[in-house]
């Protein structure tokens, strides 16, 4: 009755129509003025027999014994509210017709629908990895590009230009060693014998240019100083002896050179012979590295500002009623558990060199999500707008799970996947939002929407969202072999230094620590084995490991000695 007096008049809303059953009679309130009684009488009368019939105590077995199609005819309504018209146009037998296709319409579930309208198996199709790093390779937005100062936040960053030298380096002719400058000749005699030492040249600016070396003398140099001019060579000091000093004992006036093996331009870095002038220093896509020798290199010749990737912005949140954060102190209460995926995974974007924003936790609301996600999206106050969104919980098929709805109902994404064949992580949803307001030139946002058991999260958080990180970042193209792909986990062998039992349906992603042996061989064992050791629940599974193993599906364990392919987290250990 609501809803078709909705279509007449907003003021519907208004009214409060209200049914029941009393002493097997069924009651309908309707409203008082005459248009509206009739309307809402309308609405309802196709269906008032049968609903007397249920009223009165008929069997229900037998009342519904075929099926609501048979229902609907005997009744003269049709499915979806859409009644038979003949009331309104008379003549014309006017079949509903839908004006979208299933495609078109949101996949996930109406979150205000009860149990028993909920989807009670996922309707996303169950996609491979393979297939889910395509689509996130496909669907995350392109770099972007933005001219950045040399400084030491660079690090991380990947260059969007090639880089030259904007100077020689070394400006001027400078000695290797500590020792003193001379003019050596291709023949002997050269340099040995007893020389007045004419003044020092320290590796600092000098205002002056230094006075050219004369036959017969010597100059002491430091490492890095400047050569005086007709010094040709550098003899190092430990090739000589003070021979006599000044008077006040500080200096040395003279001194011998014992050897005459000394060649013209030995311990000479020549102008620009380290780094020419207008050579290409760095290339496109190259990785401005923690070991520090880009960013040195920028520095050393003269590059004040590159252009750089930019680099994403991530904003993380956990939802879950349930969740309490892991600070609070105090005991928890029953069904309480502390939000341990948030920290976990700030951490890890803070250690791959990528700005975080803390969302929060946020409850099983559709209303309270969607406005943190606004939020994120826009930007507020206390943070930027963000361009990844990296949430946890939410995915599954239980009636708080929200996180589908409320990306394809309420902000209008679109979810590129919502299940993947894989163990853990098997409800990672992926989606793109469109960011509709501000200037903020990323138009799309991605989000990942990963499970909410914690070993879940970090593996599907290593495997799927590093990759699209990389792109954003400017991380090449993943056009490398198979094995080596430039996006996301290094690749590598190791052997299994004990039996490992496989999922007989999925690829299993089993949280592993990958040690260096003497030998030269990585070896692979497990951080958990018996009953619980891998649940996806148990954070504990990733603590310590630094790989994840792929294990193919399969019925037999996988031997001691079998050779795995290894998805590296952290750094490889030595072990025995
Ligand atoms: P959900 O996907 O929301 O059904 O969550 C699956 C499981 O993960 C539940 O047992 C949750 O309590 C747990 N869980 C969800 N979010 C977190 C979190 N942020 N930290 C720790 N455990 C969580
Ligand atoms: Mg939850």
Not at 231 to 245: F, L, P
Not at 256 to 276: C, F, H, M, Q, Y
Not at 337 to 346: F, G, K, T, V
Request: with cysteine; net charge neutral.
């Amino acid at each position: 009755m609501l809803a078709e007096s909705l279509k007449v008049t907003p003021f519907a809303m208004m009214s409060r129509p209200v049914a029941g059953v009393r002493n097997k009679s069924l009651i309908l309130t309707l409203p008082g003025s005459v248009k509206g009684a009739k309307e809402n009488l309308e609405a309802v009368i196709d269906v008032l027999p049968h609903a007397c019939m249920q009223a009165a105590g008929a069997d229900s077995r037998s009342l519904h014994a075929g099926g609501v199609k048979k229902l609907e005819a005997e009744a003269g309504v049709a499915a979806g509210g859409g009644r038979h018209d003949h009331h309104h146009h008379g003549g014309g037998h006017v079949v509903p017709k839908p004006h979208t296709s299933p495609e078109d319409r949101p996949m996930s579930n109406d979150p205000s629908a009860g149990p028993t309208r909920r989807h009670r198996t996922s309707p996303y199709p169950m996609i491979s990895v393979e297939e889910a790093l395509a689509i996130i390779e496909r669907e995350t937005p392109s770099p972007r590009v933005e001219e950045v100062p040399v400084e030491e936040d660079l690090v991380g960053h990947v260059l969007a230009k090639d880089v030259y030298a904007n100077e020689d380096v070394p400006a001027y002719r400078a000695s290797i060693v500590d020792g003193y400058a001379v003019i050596a000749k291709e023949t002997r005699p050269n340099t040995k014998g007893v020389f007045p030492v004419a003044y020092v040249s320290h590796a600092e600016r000098s205002s002056i240019s230094l006075p050219p070396l004369r036959p017969g003398k010597i100059v002491r140099v430091t490492t890095g100083a400047p050569l005086p001019p007709n010094a040709n060579a550098v003899v190092m000091v430990e090739d000589t002896i003070v021979k006599s000093t000044t008077i006040d004992g500080k200096e040395e006036a003279t001194v011998e050179i014992l050897t005459d093996d000394i060649k013209p331009g030995e311990n000479v870095r020549e102008p620009g012979s380290d780094v020419a002038e207008g050579s290409k220093i760095l290339s496109k896509g190259d990785v401005l590295s923690a070991v520090g020798g880009e960013i040195g290199l920028l520095a050393s010749t003269g590059n004040t500002d590159v252009k750089v990737y930019t680099k994403p912005i991530v904003g993380v949140l956990s939802t879950g009623d349930e969740l309490v954060r892991h600070d609070a102190e105090r005991a928890l209460h029953e069904g309480e558990i502390r939000d341990s995926n948030r920290p976990a995974l700030i951490s890890c974007l803070m250690a791959w060199g990528i700005e975080t924003v803390d969302l929060g936790i946020v409850s099983d609301s559709s209303k309270d999500l969607e406005t943190v996600l606004r939020d994120a999206l826009r930007g507020t106050m206390d943070h930027p707008p963000v361009d990844v969104i990296i949430t946890t919980g939410g995915v599954s098929m239980g009636e708080r799970d929200l996180l589908k709805p409320t990306i394809e109902r309420l902000l209008g994404g679109t979810i590129h996947f919502g299940r993947v064949a894989m163990k853990p992580g098997k409800p990672t949803t992926f989606a793109t939002i469109p960011r509709k307001t501000s200037n903020n030139p990323r138009k799309q946002v991605a989000i990942f929407a990963l499970p909410g058991n914690p070993a879940s999260a970090l593996v599907t958080m290593h495997l799927f969202v590093l990759p699209a990180l990389h792109k954003l970042m400017g991380f090449s193209h993943p056009d490398g072999t198979e094995d080596r792909p430039s996006r996301g986990l290094p690749r590598v062998r190791a052997v299994l230094a004990h039996p490992i039992p496989r999922d007989p349906k999925r690829t299993e992603y089993h949280r592993a620590v990958v040690t260096a042996s003497r030998d030269g061989r990585l070896r692979a064992s497990s951080t958990g084995l018996e009953g619980v050791g891998q649940r996806s629940s148990r954070v504990a599974s990733m603590a310590k490991a630094n790989a994840l193993l792929v294990l193919p599906p399969g019925v037999e364990s996988l031997p001691e000695g079998e050779l795995v392919e290894a998805l590296m987290m952290g750094q490889i250990v030595p072990g025995n």
